[in-house]
């Protein structure tokens, strides 16, 4: 019988560890708080590793990945490990969806209450011998309304508990496609603005992600409520840190209770720290005993589930899984995720339809594989939940987001469409905000390269690969030298790039030496005429 080594990376739940120790088959690598070039190292000769958001799981940390099959999250959020090395390594990696839903929505439900009724201060009042009952006046839940953004299974469980209080609930979800949730009794909306005048408190459930950061921020604020009660235990980042302190010093946020922060742990003397109207925790959130055994263990059991062939359960990424396709078939279904990949970021106003359309007769047996790569590339940029090519469907069902293919048979012109339509009456956040449909087209010519041949009406010829960068510009002379200037002075080094015109539009799509950083392209992001930005990372063609 072989024998798996198990990595443990993080400090886990003693379950978790005897769980594994207790298998025949396995061996235990308890080693959490090693460096980077140790970990490096050390997987090479492990078959699993298990991680928490402790250590963050790098590229560098992949490069030589040797016999490692499977990196197991124990949790959810997978920020902190590069999906794209693993990946491209083939490894495979899961999370424990389900296990920290309830104490995560109990700690953020706990957040909110002791930031109505200033248990923070009234608790440090009385450490220090006072006795100040006028001071702490505070606020009843019942009759308020609670703003859920992100409607997943931590918000849903927290919207549950502010219903059984007596709150009123309304949710913004743009992944969701439906009026109502919870027999009708919250309302749910797919533009962020729109819940802001309605609500007393907005609670944060999402992932982390270019739609997310930052969500809440100065351009937001004008929208809400004076008096406006914060509550954060999703990522650090979602609320803008920097924006909040100055809500809370012009009173138009109440208080703010902050279990994640953009950068963990905050320094010493991050003024989120003694704010007196500010509850912080040290990201606790998944942190009770049942679930942290109950994380340990699934994380474990998903490991050693995969190891032993006998399946996958709560996978992350798709692991490279492989079916019999002809060459050209292959090409397409690589060429579906390269181009989902290159849409997704385009996608701020959610989705409701997604079209693919396939011509050629020669590839019909590939369309169920072309289709479902296309929308795990679509939804994953989105969601915290395990998609992949299984279950990416089912997904798409539970959220109501309605599925059309589209084949037609003429061989001589082989071609992938993919067309997302976001819900009726979502308005683009940024820009063109009268296209109804984000729209990318792709093919595989006989040298059997992918292609992108037109985003969004805007049309080009070029080969999806490496790290990539496309901006949306205002059409006037000088922004290409302004674009170039920009990147030089950010140290980005142009491999390859396309312009193409649309009415008083450009966009210009570049091939770059390295992934920008989120801080390059928010100083292009800046630059005058510059509309949209995003970037990607995409594998070698
Ligand atoms: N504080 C802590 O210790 C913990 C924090 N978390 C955080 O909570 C987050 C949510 O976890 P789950 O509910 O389990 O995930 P989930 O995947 O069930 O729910 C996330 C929801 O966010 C929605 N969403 C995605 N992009 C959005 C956008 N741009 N605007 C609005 N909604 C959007 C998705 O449609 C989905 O319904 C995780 O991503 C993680 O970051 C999770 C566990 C513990
Ligand atoms: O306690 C932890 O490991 C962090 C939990 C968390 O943030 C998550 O599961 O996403």
């Not at 949710?171 to 962020?192: C, H, L, Q, S």
């Not at 359960?313 to 060459?327: E, F, M, W």
């Not at 984000?438 to 690969?465: A, C, F, Q, S, T």
């Not at 920008?516 to 990372?537: C, D, M, N, W």
Request: charged share 25%; proline share 4%.
């Amino acid at each position: 019988m072989s024998t798996f080594r198990i990595l443990a990376a993080d400090k886990l739940a003693q379950e978790g560890l005897d769980y594994i120790t207790k298998q025949d088959d396995c061996e235990l690598v308890n080693k959490p708080g090693l460096t980077e070039e140790e970990y490096a190292e050390l997987i090479q000769d492990c078959d699993a590793m298990i991680v928490r958001s402790g250590i963050k799981v790098t590229a560098k940390i992949l490069e030589n990945p040797g016999k490692l099959k499977v990196i197991a999250r124990a949790g959810v959020g997978v920020d902190n490990i590069d999906l794209a090395a693993a990946t491209e390594k083939g490894i495979l990696v899961v999370n424990t969806a389900a296990a920290s839903t309830i104490t995560t929505a109990e700690h953020a439900f706990a957040l909110m209450m002791s930031l109505m009724r200033n248990i923070g201060p009234a608790y440090k009042g009385m450490t220090e011998g006072k006795w100040d009952r006028n001071k702490y006046t505070g606020r009843q839940l019942m009759g308020k309304t609670l703003g859920v953004v992100g409607f997943g299974r931590i918000g849903q469980t927290m919207a549950e508990r502010a219903l059984a209080f007596g709150m009123d609930v309304v949710a913004y979800d743009p992944f969701i496609n439906a009026e109502t949730m919870m027999d009708g009794r919250v309302k749910m909306f797919n533009n962020f603005e729109d819940i802001l005048p309605l609500i007393d408190i907005i609670s944060f459930h999402v992932p982390l992600n270019d739609a997310t950061r930052g969500i809440l921020s100065a351009k937001t604020y004008p929208k809400c409520k004076d008096g406006l009660y914060v509550v954060n235990a999703a990522r650090g980042g979602v609320v803008d840190e920097a924006d909040l302190l100055e809500a809370l010093d012009s009173g138009k946020v109440a208080a703010a209770a902050m279990d994640v922060f953009t950068s963990e742990p905050p320094t010493a003397d991050d003024p989120l720290r003694n704010h007196p109207r500010v509850l912080i925790t040290p990201h606790l959130g998944a942190s009770t005993k049942e679930a942290q055994q109950a994380v340990s263990v699934d994380a474990a059991d998903n490991c050693m589930t995969y190891l032993r062939g006998e399946g996958i359960v709560g996978a992350v990424n798709a692991g490279n899984l492989k079916i019999n396709l002809s060459p050209v078939q292959e090409k397409y279904v690589d060429l579906s995720n390269r181009m989902a990949k290159l849409l997704s970021p385009m996608i701020t106003r959610g989705i409701a339809e997604v079209t693919i359309e396939l011509a050629g007769k020669s590839l019909a047996a590939g369309l169920s594989m072309i289709e479902r790569t296309a929308l795990v590339g679509l939804f994953e940029h989105h969601l915290t939940d395990p998609v992949n090519i299984i279950n990416v469907n089912q997904v798409a069902e539970a959220r109501g987001i309605k599925v059309k293919t589209v084949t037609t048979d003429d061989d001589k012109a082989t071609g992938l469409t993919i067309e997302v339509t976001g819900p009726a009456g979502a308005v683009d956040d940024e820009t063109n905000a009268d296209d109804k449909t984000r729209r990318i087209v792709g093919r595989v010519y006989d040298d059997l390269k992918p292609r992108i041949v037109e985003i969004n009406g805007y049309h080009m010829d070029m080969i999806p690969e490496g790290p990539m960068i496309l901006l949306l510009n205002e059409d006037k002379p000088g922004m290409i030298g302004l674009v170039g200037s920009t990147f030089g002075s950010e140290n980005v080094n142009i491999a390859d790039m396309t312009i193409s015109r649309r009415g008083n539009t450009a966009m210009m799509v570049f091939k770059v030496d390295s992934e920008p950083t989120t801080a390059q392209l928010e100083t292009i992001k800046t630059k005058e005429g510059i509309l949209k930005t995003a970037s990607v990372q995409l594998a070698e063609a």
